[in-house]
């Protein structure tokens, strides 16, 4: 039976909360930091963009978006980026993405961390399959998918339309629960 994927995700270095409006001035800045990597994302978050991004993904029905927050060792927190659940559906799918991260955490364990979180309790909630969709040109993300244990199930060709005016061919991969085990081993439930 699949469950509520909408849950605070944490351990020591992320903390993973439901998107709300006390973390849109903070995750303003973090998206600010990397200006050219939107050129390759679905959506703006820049400028005058960032509203019409944010209110898009509040009315979204197939969505669950979190902010994404930075712990550090003395219990600050930072939020340092986005990330979300998408089209979760009846046939225990669903896709991991939407994920944006402040150059200061990339190349740390800090994404396999969050990915961590967000894998494990999909599962949990009895999803079977986690997908990843990513712009083909992006491949720092493919790269950071087939570090998780995912494979590559094919390329869309030409199937989105980003905000550039780009039509966009989109890799997708996917995660099922034995592979991620043999892969990272199972993890503590979060909390």
Same mark, same amino acid.
């Given at each position: 039976?699949? =469950?509520?994927?909408?849950?605070?995700?944490?351990?020591? +270095?992320?903390?993973?909360?439901?998107?709300?409006?006390?973390?849109?001035? #903070?995750?303003?800045?973090?998206?600010?930091?990397?200006?050219?990597?939107?050129?390759?994302?679905?959506?703006?978050?820049?400028?005058?963009?960032?509203?019409?991004?944010?209110?898009?993904? %509040?009315?979204?029905?197939?969505?669950?978006?979190?902010?994404?927050?930075?712990?550090?060792?003395? %219990?600050? +927190?930072?939020?340092?980026?986005? =990330?979300?659940?998408?089209?979760?559906?009846?046939?225990?799918?669903? #896709?991991?993405?939407?994920?944006?991260?402040?150059?200061?955490?990339? %190349?740390?364990?800090?994404?396999? =961390?969050?990915?961590?979180?967000?894998?494990?309790?999909?599962?949990?909630? %009895?999803?079977?399959?986690?997908?990843?969709?990513?712009?083909?040109?992006?491949?720092?993300?493919?790269?950071?998918?087939?570090?998780?244990?995912?494979?590559?199930?094919?390329?869309?060709?030409?199937?989105?339309?980003?905000? =550039?005016?780009?039509?966009?061919?989109?890799?997708?991969?996917?995660?099922? +629960?034995?592979?991620? +085990?043999?892969?990272?081993?199972?993890?503590?439930?979060?909390?």
């Amino acid at each position: 039976m699949l =469950t509520n994927l909408n849950k605070t995700l944490s351990n020591s +270095q992320v903390l993973l909360q439901p998107m709300a409006p006390q973390h849109h001035e #903070e995750l303003r800045l973090a998206c600010a930091e990397d200006q050219e990597i939107w050129d390759i994302y679905p959506n703006s978050m820049l400028g005058e963009h960032f509203d019409k991004a944010m209110a898009d993904m %509040g009315r979204a029905q197939d969505r669950v978006v979190f902010a994404v927050i930075k712990i550090d060792l003395h %219990g600050s +927190q930072k939020v340092v980026g986005m =990330t979300s659940y998408i089209n979760p559906d009846l046939q225990g799918v669903v #896709e991991i993405g939407g994920t944006y991260i402040s150059p200061e955490v990339r %190349g740390t364990d800090f994404n396999l =961390t969050m990915k961590r979180l967000l894998i494990e309790h999909g599962f949990e909630c %009895g999803y079977r399959r986690i997908e990843f969709r990513v712009d083909v040109r992006n491949k720092r993300s493919q790269k950071a998918v087939l570090k998780l244990g995912a494979k590559q199930d094919g390329i869309l060709r030409k199937n989105k339309i980003t905000w =550039t005016g780009h039509i966009r061919d989109t890799a997708v991969f996917s995660l099922f +629960q034995d592979e991620w +085990q043999t892969t990272h081993g199972a993890l503590a439930p979060s909390t």
